[in-house]
């Protein structure tokens, strides 16, 4: 697999995985085969753009771009709301860099 490709591929994965969805379903909702969408996440067969957006979208993800001096801000963020820490954990503070203390 694409080493670029790879962690957006692992991250459909474990959204389907996490949804309880079986890759039959998946396909299903797709509209392609099971044996399709294996070979796409095992990284046998290549992904273009349609069909990614087409997948993440059928797993309720939003594909968007963050400005990179962002990118920590938005991953805190999703962590956050999705329960995976604490909003009042005093850890979960992402230094901007311009802070005082």
């Known amino acids: ?3 670029q490709v790879e962690p957006f591929i692992n991250e459909l994965v474990k959204t389907r ?6 890759q039959e379903q998946l396909g299903q ?3 392609m085969k099971q044996s399709y969408l294996s070979l796409i996440e095992s990284g046998i067969k290549g992904i273009g753009l349609p069909l990614f957006l087409n ?3 059928a797993l309720d ?3 968007i771009l963050v400005p990179k ?4 801000a938005v991953k805190q963020l ?3 709301l999705s329960g995976e820490i604490s909003l009042e954990d005093d850890s979960a503070f992402v230094p901007t860099g311009d802070d005082d203390g």
Do not use: C, H, T
């Open 69 to 72: 001096q962002y990118a920590g």
């Open 61 to 63: 993800l939003e594909v």
């Open 55 to 57: 997948i993440a979208r």
């Open 17 to 22: 995985r996490r949804k309880e969805l079986s």
């Open 29 to 31: 909702k797709l509209g």
């Open 78 to 80: 999703v962590r956050e």
């Open 1 to 3: 697999m694409d080493p």
